[in-house]
């Protein structure tokens, strides 16, 4: 099995908030999104993706709360504050900067 | 900020580890891995393989669980936690310092906040009464000599309520233990004749049926009327709610109960029963009533003193022969109440104050004793890579944990004191019992011992970026880097809690001398083995007479007594009553009656002397010839014969006295000078009278009985043979030495406090001393062990060690001698007999002193001499 792509530090914030934006979902859907998404190019593991939720939590930007799965069990569901909307967009629009400014590089070169 | 509360939630779930938080984290991995193995199962594989494959992908839970608690905390409480857990290990690994340190602060912290919290329970908050500073007491002034009489005349007072405009109300009231009969047993309670008014001037409400009403103060009121206090109803009458439908018998005359004052009123001066006056005697020389009154809301003190000055002149003018020279003094209540304990309040404050200081001293020198130690530790993590910012905050966090515990611990002391000094304090120190923690004083101490923990728990940390590691590890311990300077501040800070200790060492030198002084003064009576039972006769003159005529002789014949009489001024009695102007061999005009010298005026049985213990000089004692029919006679003491007839022969001589009986009397004895009123004020003129000429007050005797034993042992037969001739004379037991030390319970109390606080002082100094030269003895074992190795002998050492310790006792001392000179002022009005600069006491302090700082530093220099040069020098 290949080791998944190192994701940029910050940057799986941005797709946990991004993927949240959406609609709320517990930790294991958030990984199977992003890696659908991604089209299995960023594969998020267990080691990484829950630190990062339980940061996002601390800096208030996510909440959580336990509910009842669509397969029928206990599940911890996160979903977006107000703050962590606002976050969503400006984490984004870095983003976008970030990513424009090393294309222009990687391009030119 | 709702993000600031979400992620405040979430660091404090997270520091208390709480199960709840667990079991979710265990859950949400459970959940996920579970997701995981059915995925894998759904791809086709085995339940055993699945699970086996899940696992392996997911990697190491356990490490994401705890990077996931880590993240939850944040980085700030992470590294407190951090640091927190190494302060403790720091503080285990030196259990002497830690302690030590600890149990200064916390003694700091409680004794501080102990005395402020009784400080501000009597002097700071205000009285319990709605629109407090509003409320007056009003006094007789006399305006030549501005001398204070507490006490006014009724129908001056009349004139100012009628006149004044200043005023919501106005009112006057005199009280005492009096007799009364609740139910069936007469006793003495502590009761209060008030004008109407007075509940007005208070406004205090009854919580049941009402207060007094401008008919209650009619004299010929058929339905003679009382009000008791919250506890006289539970205590006495078991709170029956019918309270209304109930009486209690004042002196002789049944009363309806009117009213239940709510719980903690008792004004004035714990009063359980009130009556209504109803006295319209209108007497301008005759001053025994208090005043109180409310100032309307918009008017100043100042105002209404000046109205009362101006309705005084008045009166002064229209009646010269009583009024002339005489003024109102308004006070607010609360400073009247408050005026005589402020002195020891405040005294008691600034003791703890330094006590306070000399704590932060000295917690300061154990840091930097500490710190000077520790310079090896923090240079050889500074090598491993900490940051200079790291170690500071380390540092900080220990200290801070020093000074939480002992904030902690301080808190215990502070309430434990608080009760202490309530229990030790004299009654009319601390009035109120109600004095709680004060939660102001108790940050304020706290943070004071903070702020000198943190700022003297940084010392290494700011010396560490200073420090040649590679010097500093080499040196292989406490030694030489950091250390000169760090002893340096040491021995300055402990030269001034020296000399603070001195302040108040000398501060209680002083007041013991005093107390001693005090105890030995010539009181002019013996007080020990007297059996004081105060009796109240309810009935007609002659019968009261007659109780004490009977009861007299009885306790007189019982076995063990050796002497017996009775007084209406029991020693030790500070009674406001009892004291007016004498004139010899001459019957003064009305207008001359308030003039001086004034004497004390005692009703006495015969044999009181005898009893008391009171010589008579000359003359003779009463008899029980001296009665009402026969030709008036006194008795006086050695001061009035001193002060009034320039040492000439009193016998004979005939004295007027301002009091009951307008006839003059003929001095029949002369009697020696006794201490009556209290062992601290010197005697005063006075005039002794027989019981039996006398109508005024002598229905209240205490008689008096020496004996030859436990004088309390008797007290139960006395009252036996009081009930037997009379059961409806209330009666109550002391002994003469109970109410005579009573009066000196005050300095008593002040002395051990300051007694007290001295210890500690010096205790605290004395470790000072005793870490700073086993600092220098430990800073310099190497010098020592040369010098020894180049002939120095152990005496040589010995002396040099104990040098350091005598500059430092010296420095401290003289500071704090001079220091004292200066304070000591300060107590001048509370010392007996003994000046603020007494000799005696300044030497002892100075010996006391020289001896405990040879004493501490006598150790470790013993130790420097003992130390084996070879060894020394080899192993450094």
Redesign the interface.
């Known amino acids: ?1 290949s080791k998944p792509t190192d994701l940029v530090q910050g940057t799986l914030d941005l797709l946990i908030l991004k993927i949240l934006a959406l609609e709320r979902m ?3 859907a958030i990984a199977q999104r992003i890696r659908q998404m991604s089209g299995d190019v960023l594969q998020v ?3 990484a993706l ?6 996002l ?5 996510i ?1 959580s709360e ?1 509910d009842i799965s669509d397969t029928n ?4 569901y996160y979903a977006l ?3 962590g909307r606002k976050a969503v967009a400006e984490e984004a629009a870095n983003w976008e900067r970030l990513s424009a400014a090393i294309s222009t590089i990687v391009r030119a070169v | 900020m709702a993000r600031w509360l979400a992620q405040l939630r979430a660091a404090l779930r997270s520091i208390v580890r709480s199960r709840g938080a667990e079991r979710d984290l265990d859950e949400e991995m459970q959940h996920h891995l579970d997701l995981e193995i059915e995925e894998r199962r759904k791809a086709g594989l085995s339940p055993e393989a699945a699970r086996y494959a899940a696992l392996r992908a997911m990697g190491a839970i356990e490490k994401s669980k705890e990077e996931c608690r880590d993240e939850r905390r944040g980085l700030l409480v992470r590294e407190f936690l951090r640091d927190l857990r190494y302060a403790g290990r720091a503080l285990r690994r030196s259990p002497g310092f830690a302690m030590l340190a600890v149990a200064i602060m916390a003694v700091g912290i409680g004794a501080n906040t102990a005395v402020f919290s009784v400080v501000n329970g009597v002097l700071l908050k205000s009285l319990p009464y709605p629109g407090a500073d509003q409320i007056v007491v009003l006094r007789t002034a006399a305006l030549t000599t501005g001398q204070i009489n507490p006490l006014v005349a009724l129908a001056n007072f009349s004139d100012w309520r009628a006149q004044s405009s200043s005023f919501d109300a106005m009112a006057t009231y005199r009280g005492g233990e009096a007799p009364v009969t609740p139910g069936d047993t007469a006793e003495f309670a502590r009761l209060s004749n008030v004008d109407v008014q007075l509940f007005r001037v208070l406004r205090i409400d009854p919580i049941v049926g009402r207060t007094f009403t401008a008919d209650d103060a009619n004299p010929d009121s058929e339905q003679p009327v009382a009000l008791i206090s919250h506890g006289y109803w539970q205590s006495r009458y078991a709170g029956d709610p019918g309270i209304l439908q109930r009486t209690i018998r004042v002196g002789s005359g049944l009363r309806h109960i009117v009213g239940v004052m709510p719980p903690g009123f008792q004004f004035p001066n714990r009063t359980d029963v009130w009556t209504p006056q109803t006295n319209r005697t209108a007497s301008r020389t005759s001053h025994s009533f208090l005043a109180v009154a409310r100032i309307k809301p918009n008017v100043s003190l100042e105002t209404a003193q000046a109205e009362l000055n101006a309705i005084a002149a008045r009166l002064a003018q229209q009646y010269p022969d009583s009024n002339k020279g005489r003024g109102v003094s308004a006070v607010r209540l609360q400073d009247e109440m408050v005026g005589n304990v402020r002195l020891t309040l405040y005294l008691m404050w600034g003791a703890v104050g330094l006590v306070l200081l000399i704590a932060c001293a000295n917690t300061a020198t154990l840091l930097l004793g500490k710190a000077a130690a520790r310079t090896r530790e923090i240079a050889v993590r500074t090598a491993l890579g900490a940051s200079r910012r790291r170690i500071i905050r380390q540092l900080v966090t220990e200290s801070l944990l020093l000074a939480v515990v002992a904030g902690g611990l301080g808190i215990a002391l502070a309430h434990a004191g608080t009760r202490v000094l309530v229990a030790l304090a004299p009654a009319d120190v601390v009035r109120v019992t109600d004095t709680a923690i004060h939660g102001d004083v108790l940050a304020f101490t706290i943070a004071v011992s903070v702020l000198t923990s943190v700022l003297f728990g940084l010392v290494p940390a700011l010396h560490a970026s200073k420090i040649d590691l590679v010097d500093a590890i080499k040196s292989g311990g406490s030694r030489a880097v950091a250390g000169g300077g760090a002893i340096r501040m040491r021995a300055i800070l402990v030269v001034g809690e020296i000399a603070l200790a001195v302040v108040l060492l000398t501060g209680a030198g002083l007041l013991v001398k005093s107390l001693v002084a005090l105890q030995n003064v010539e009181l002019g009576f013996r007080p020990e083995n007297v059996l004081v039972m105060k009796a109240t006769g309810v009935r007609s003159l002659p019968e009261n007479n007659m109780f004490f005529g009977r009861l007299l002789p009885q306790v007189a014949a019982l076995p063990g007594v050796l002497a017996v009489g009775a007084t209406s001024i029991p020693p030790g009695d500070l009674a406001l009553s009892g004291d007016g102007a004498y004139f010899i061999d001459r019957v003064p005009e009305v207008r001359d009656r308030n003039l001086e010298p004034h004497a004390l005026f005692t009703i006495v049985t015969p044999g009181a002397f005898g009893a008391l213990g009171i010589p008579l000089k000359r003359g003779r004692d009463f008899d029980e010839g001296d009665t009402e029919d026969r030709p008036l006679v006194a008795i006086v003491n050695e001061a009035l014969v001193r002060q009034s007839l320039g040492g000439q022969d009193a016998i004979g001589r005939s004295i007027f006295c301002s009091w009951d009986r307008k006839d003059a009397m003929t001095i029949v004895g002369v009697v020696g000078d006794a201490r009556q009123r209290s062992p601290g004020l010197d005697p005063v003129p006075d005039c002794y009278m027989p019981y039996r000429q006398h109508a005024y007050n002598n229905n209240t005797l205490n008689v008096v009985a020496r004996t030859d034993g436990d004088p309390m042992a008797l007290a139960a037969t006395v009252r036996r043979a009081a009930a037997e001739i009379a059961p409806d004379v209330p009666v109550s037991f002391t002994t003469m030495d109970a109410t005579t030390s009573k009066r000196t319970e005050e300095p008593r109390f002040r002395a051990l406090l300051f007694v007290v606080f001295a210890g500690i002082a010096v205790c605290l100094a004395i470790a000072g001393v005793y870490g700073v030269v086993g600092h220098v003895v430990q800073q310099r074992t190497r010098e020592i062990g040369l010098r020894m190795a180049l002939g120095a002998s152990q005496a040589d050492v010995l002396r040099m060690i104990l040098g350091r310790g005598v500059i430092l006792a010296t420095l401290g001392g003289v500071l704090g001698l001079i220091a004292a000179a200066g304070a000591t002022r300060f107590l001048e009005t509370t010392l007996f007999e003994v000046k603020p600069l007494d000799v005696q006491v300044y030497l002892g302090v100075a010996v006391l002193l020289g001896v405990v700082s040879l004493l501490a530093s006598y150790f470790p220099a013993r130790r420097a001499a003992a130390l084996d040069p070879l060894r020394v020098l080899k192993t450094d």
């Not at chain 1, 829950?50 to 940061?55: G, Q, R, S, V």
């Not at chain 1, 939590?57 to 930007?61: A, D």
Request: charged letters at 25%.
């Open positions: 099995m517990h930790g294991w593991g267990q080691s829950y630190p990062a939720l339980h940061k939590e601390r800096q208030g930007w909440t336990w069990r206990r599940a911890k504050t107000r703050s």
